[in-house]
């Protein structure tokens, strides 16, 4: 009975190690040219892909120990598979990434640098397991510094020369000169272009060179159970679909130099060129630190953004929480965004902002296809400690910010919210405890509702709500339960039809501090 037994075992050891040896569609790199020892196998990983490749697909295989490598082109039905243990690390030296391909930078197509991780008009492709993959990005950070900080001209290299002899006639807005003039480019450490059913799950990104997982134009995308681990560095993203559909990302932990997660849609005159929106996008589970943002969208959304969901995630550290951007000549719509049960802490900003003057501060224009457009967003159930801003809301005066709800929401720290150029705007069961001014600043907004609405720690001589020059507010079942020096100021002589439903004021000292400008009809007790 025991030599049966050990029999068994044998067999199904020597079935397990054959199939990661190269049968049954699995290729181990160790037996096709590979070594892990740390010296470069481009030809040897890429070769084996293409192998794969030929016989319809199949899983390149990584065993532990350290791998170098150049840009590596993925095919359809592809799975690269990093076992525990396994350290595949990407070049320092910039030729290993010509030549140039047709790849998306921050929302404008261009040819320029492969991407780490490169896939074009591919389907089936997957990377996954345990290991650790590593961009090393410094030799790249270290580029931009060095371009970004000469006094005066430098001599061109030779990747720029080829950048300018590729690009000719690429299209882009003035404001954007100055990253043009850079002439280069760095590459997202993963850029899938034009692929569907894309699946990155387990493994670990670190010192990604730009943003790190990028799929753009792609249909059917999830990334689960990874972490990016990116120090400071020039806009090294975690994970950003750009004119994508079908978007599920879950279960990451994310710590970078700029955005956790940023959902886009091309810049400018380029994006509506295309015109692909990003759609159908769920985010939940997830845990960010380090970063300009937790959830951002924005500021390239020229495409469009439309019907996403955020939810069951932990910002800590960021400098923000829930960014949405964008500013007059980009034009796209945002819509139909949901946000709900996000706890944050730690925030040195906005916890929440909506802001149309993003990147630049120009005059009003004709509403046209370059008018970026905001409307149907609503969040929900979050918790705000230690914030520097509880929220921020911005429309442009051709296009106010439209239909958008907070509700059942806590916010502990420096300021509370304000809302400028917007309409239909709901507040309902929030309380802001800020340290300094109202917690609610309204201004040229319109149609507004304030319910059960408040402070725990109302200031000496500061209204909770503070209005100046909106109309059409409803203020109702509010109970201020700790005592209240003013709990509205109002002013301005665009304010009119303000009207108090159903409160109790019995702590509150002022109810209404009406400036001089204040029309005498402008609220109704």
Known sequence: MKIKSILIIFCFITAFNTAFAGNDGWLNILNEGGNNKGIKCTEAIQGAIEKASKNGGGTIFFPAGEYLTGALKLKSNITIYLDSGALLKFSENFDDYLPYVEMRYEGIVMQSFSPLFYAKDVENITIKGRGVIDGQGKAWWNEVYRIESAKGPIPQTKYQTMWEEQNKGIVYSPY??????????????FQAYNCKNILIEGVTFKNSPFWTINPEFCDNVTVTGITINNPHSPNTDGINPSSCTNVHISNCHISVGDDCITIKSGRDADGRKYGKATENVTITNCTMLSGHGGVVIGSEMSGGIKKITISNCIFDGTDRGIRIKAARGRGG???DIRVDNIVMKNIKEEAIILDLFYDKDNAPEPVTERTPIFRNIHISNVTGGNVNKAGFVRGISEMPIQNISFSNINMDGKEG??????????????????????????SDAKN?????VGSSTPLKGIPVIKIDNASNIMINNNFPFNATDIFIEANGKDTKNIFLKNNVFNNVNTVVKKGKDLDKKAITE
């Not at 507040?427 to 309204?442: E, L, Q, R, W, Y």
Request: no cysteine; proline share 2%.
């Open 176 to 189: 954007y000169q100055r990253t043009i003039d850079k002439k280069f480019f760095r590459p997202s450490f």
């Open 333 to 335: 719509v945002v819509e």
């Open 417 to 442: 919210f304000t809302v400028i150029t917007a309409t239909d705007v709901e507040f309902h069961d929030v309380k802001v405890n800020a340290t300094v001014g109202s917690s609610f600043k309204i």
């Open 448 to 452: 507004l509702i304030l319910d059960n």
